[in-house]
């Protein structure tokens, strides 16, 4: 089946912990995405890439990292730095950069609390 | 950055009504308009997209367009309890994120439908 696969479908962080979210596609998508949903909020942007080994900054990337090593996947760290990192976490993809067109598919989700 | 606004609801329709879901955008040079459901607890999901000015129906979905109003809206016919669910709206921003825009998300209507 073709989709975009989250995990661990729940992440329990520690103070001072670092963890790592992981979002892989099987879609052949150039572009991908890392989203935070709070309770009754919309979705905001993390991070995103258009290229292997590219990525660029959304509106809320303090606290964050990725890497974009292979085309298929684009984990996200959640550091120390991150100090309410309580929220629903979303990966997306879409194809080509190129055409304006192309919606974005979700993964299930990763919801990370603090322990 | 540019606004999608969405009116939170919760928006009540009885079973077999129409449901009708609004969204208004800022950014005039908008040109890609899309609909998501999103269960509770669960992540998003396309239902809809539309690019041109007019009506896009789908089965039981009508999508509208009217970019002079900065306008886009969602018709659900004959709803059932199964459509009961928050639906988000997306903009994409051709000025934010690269050569076709990231996507700008409304915080959602979620919809109650009543047996």
């Known amino acids: 089946d073709g989709g975009i696969t989250q995990s661990p479908k729940y992440l329990f962080r520690k103070e001072g912990q670092n963890v790592t979210l992981s979002c892989e596609q099987n879609l052949n998508h150039d572009a991908m995405y890392w989203y935070r949903q709070d309770p009754g909020q919309g979705l905001r942007l993390i991070y995103y890439?258009?290229?292997?080994?590219d990525f660029q900054k959304g509106d809320i990337a303090e606290g964050y990292s990725v890497s974009r090593e292979k085309k298929e996947s684009f984990p996200l760290t959640v550091t120390s730095a991150q100090k309410n990192p309580t929220a629903f976490y979303l990966c997306?993809?879409?194809?080509?950069w190129g055409n304006g067109n192309q919606p974005q598919h979700f993964g299930d989700g990763t919801r990370l609390s603090i322990l | 950055q540019k606004e999608v606004e969405q009116n939170s609801g919760p928006l009540s329709v009885p079973e077999g009504a129409i449901a009708s879901l609004n969204c208004t955008y800022s950014?005039?040079?908008?040109?890609?308009f899309f609909w998501y459901r999103q269960y509770s607890g669960k992540s998003p999901e396309l239902i809809m997209s539309i690019y041109s000015n007019g009506d896009k129906e789908d089965g039981r979905f009508t999508a509208q367009l009217n970019k002079a109003s900065q306008y886009v809206s969602l018709l659900i016919r004959d709803s059932q309890p199964s459509d009961s669910a928050t639906y988000l709206c997306?903009?994409?921003?051709?000025?934010?994120?690269?050569?076709?825009?990231?996507?700008?998300f409304g915080k959602g209507t979620k919809l109650s439908v009543k047996p």
């Open positions: 890439s258009q290229i292997v080994n």
């Open positions: 997306a993809s879409s194809m080509g």
């Open positions: 950014d005039r040079g908008s040109q890609s």
């Open positions: 997306a903009v994409r921003d051709p000025n934010y994120g690269g050569s076709q825009g990231n996507l700008i």
